[in-house]
């Protein structure tokens, strides 16, 4: 059995690496304290993969490989998750949810053998944190004693990853490192483990999906990203959660999740129509338009984005105050309530920024007809296929 002291010793010698370029493989030992060797994390022949980002209401999938420099797209598909299995990013059900993504993958002929997961959560915690600069071998070790000043956790029960943003001087002429701290859950990185070792691949990454998104944001050549000084707002409008991510010179400098997402709209519409859901589903695509006064769902579901609106714009505000010349030019919606007819427009009227849906992704190589596939709804998972 190990001492106390020895314990004490194999914390210290975890060197803190990113975990979202992690090897998942990693996983599977003691996450906190096995030292990552990037270099040998690079895939060194072409891999193909099958990315899964699975949200309380929908699995995103996506078969693609990322192989010098290039990202190439087979398919991409959706299905319902099966109702409960995911919760916040945590998984209640494993044993539905792999019955049914096994039967998806044999019935669309998907037969990559490595495996991602990507996915968002309220528990999952982001920090800035300012440190002692420090040289790349004691970084694991002062970011742990700091971040303990600054959140009551136990550190054993999470995955640490830090990013280092800028080198600072204090007034007092003291050099110091601004870092990002991402604290994951050790028991939900394990759950992903398990769920892609039970789905007969081989756990490839782990992935966060803001992190996916900024290697999207950096791979493609998109008409948003023109200006690289621009600070861009892209939010992910899910069916639990939004997600407000704000990249500036196309790097993740802001992250916040509103707990509110497209169920509030269809918890008011199915207790105003009885409708289930696939028939509210066809309705907000259809009948739904936040411009038009002439019913009373159109009321409904814009006194809910409204709500939406206050709670960004709040965020925004907070960021904006947050450092001097701080800004937002620009908003970039995606994902399900996206869709929402006049929804860019009326954010754009609300908030005072320009507002609009994501363009084409014209640097991939899809081998799909990609023209009848709204590429929008599988961002997340598109970027999680990129492996740095």
């Given at each position: 059995?190990?001492?106390?002291?020895?314990?004490?010793?194999?914390?210290?010698?975890?060197?803190?690496?990113?975990?979202?370029?992690?090897?998942?493989?990693?996983?599977?030992?003691?996450?906190?304290?096995?030292?990552?060797?990037?270099?040998?994390?690079?895939?060194?022949?072409?891999?193909?993969?099958?990315?899964?980002?699975?949200?309380?209401?929908?699995?995103?999938?996506?078969?693609?490989?990322?192989?010098?420099?290039?990202?190439?797209?087979?398919?991409?598909?959706?299905?319902?998750?099966?109702?409960?299995?995911?919760?916040?990013?945590?998984?209640?059900?494993?044993?539905?949810?792999?019955?049914?993504?096994?039967?998806?993958?044999n019935e669309n002929k998907i037969h990559a053998k490595y495996g991602i997961c990507t996915?968002?959560?309220?528990?999952?915690?982001?920090?800035?944190?300012?440190?002692?600069?420090?040289?790349?071998?004691?970084?694991?070790?002062?970011?742990?004693?700091?971040?303990?000043?600054?959140?009551?956790?136990?550190?054993?029960?999470?995955?640490?990853?830090?990013?280092?943003?800028?080198?600072?001087?204090?007034?007092?002429?003291?050099?110091?490192?601004?870092?990002?701290?991402?604290?994951?859950?050790?028991?939900?990185?394990?759950?992903?483990?398990?769920?892609?070792?039970?789905?007969?691949?081989?756990?490839?990454?782990?992935?966060?999906?803001?992190?996916?998104?900024?290697?999207?944001?950096?791979?493609?050549?998109?008409?948003?990203?023109?200006?690289?000084?621009?600070?861009?707002?892209?939010?992910?409008?899910?069916?639990?959660?939004?997600?407000?991510?704000?990249?500036?010179?196309?790097?993740?400098?802001?992250?916040?999740?509103?707990?509110?997402?497209?169920?509030?709209?269809?918890?008011?519409?199915?207790?105003?129509?009885?409708?289930?859901?696939?028939?509210?589903?066809?309705?907000?695509?259809?009948?739904?338009?936040?411009?038009?006064?002439?019913?009373?769902?159109?009321?409904?579901?814009?006194?809910?984005?409204?709500?939406?609106?206050?709670?960004?714009?709040?965020?925004?505000?907070?960021?904006?105050?947050?450092?001097?010349?701080?800004?937002?030019?620009?908003?970039?919606?995606?994902?399900?309530?996206?869709?929402?007819?006049?929804?860019?427009?009326?954010?754009?009227?609300?908030?005072?920024?320009?507002?609009?849906?994501?363009?084409?992704?014209?640097?991939?190589?899809?081998?799909?007809?990609?023209?009848?596939?709204?590429?929008?709804?599988?961002?997340?998972?598109?970027?999680?296929?990129?492996?740095?």
């Amino acid at each position: 059995m190990k001492s106390k002291d020895d314990n004490k010793k194999i914390k210290k010698s975890f060197n803190i690496k990113a975990l979202m370029n992690m090897d998942i493989k990693e996983i599977k030992n003691k996450i906190p304290y096995k030292k990552i060797n990037v270099k040998k994390m690079l895939p060194e022949k072409k891999k193909k993969v099958v990315a899964f980002d699975i949200g309380s209401m929908v699995i995103k999938i996506a078969e693609g490989t990322y192989y010098k420099k290039e990202l190439i797209i087979d398919k991409c598909m959706k299905i319902p998750t099966p109702k409960g299995s995911v919760i916040d990013g945590e998984i209640k059900k494993d044993n539905e949810l792999i019955t049914r993504i096994k039967e998806f993958l044999n019935e669309n002929k998907i037969h990559a053998k490595y495996g991602i997961c990507t996915t968002n959560s309220t528990t999952i915690i982001n920090r800035e944190i300012l440190i002692p600069n420090v040289e790349e071998e004691e970084l694991d070790t002062v970011v742990r004693y700091e971040i303990q000043q600054y959140l009551p956790i136990n550190l054993d029960d999470y995955v640490l990853q830090v990013k280092v943003l800028s080198e600072e001087k204090t007034v007092e002429g003291l050099d110091k490192l601004n870092v990002r701290v991402i604290a994951y859950p050790q028991k939900m990185a394990r759950s992903y483990y398990n769920l892609l070792e039970k789905l007969d691949l081989k756990p490839y990454a782990l992935d966060v999906n803001y992190n996916a998104m900024e290697k999207l944001i950096n791979y493609t050549q998109n008409r948003i990203e023109n200006n690289n000084d621009n600070s861009i707002a892209y939010i992910d409008m899910g069916a639990e959660f939004i997600n407000v991510n704000i990249y500036k010179n196309r790097n993740l400098d802001f992250t916040r999740i509103i707990k509110a997402g497209g169920n509030d709209i269809d918890d008011y519409l199915q207790k105003l129509t009885g409708m289930s859901h696939d028939e509210l589903e066809k309705m907000k695509r259809n009948d739904i338009n936040l411009y038009n006064d002439e019913n009373a769902d159109n009321f409904v579901v814009r006194e809910v984005v409204n709500e939406w609106i206050e709670k960004i714009e709040k965020i925004i505000n907070f960021y904006k105050n947050k450092s001097m010349g701080n800004n937002v030019d620009e908003i970039i919606i995606f994902g399900g309530s996206s869709e929402l007819n006049g929804i860019d427009k009326y954010f754009e009227e609300k908030l005072q920024i320009t507002t609009k849906r994501i363009g084409d992704i014209s640097k991939i190589g899809f081998k799909l007809d990609s023209n009848n596939m709204p590429v929008d709804d599988f961002m997340n998972v598109i970027g999680s296929v990129i492996r740095l």
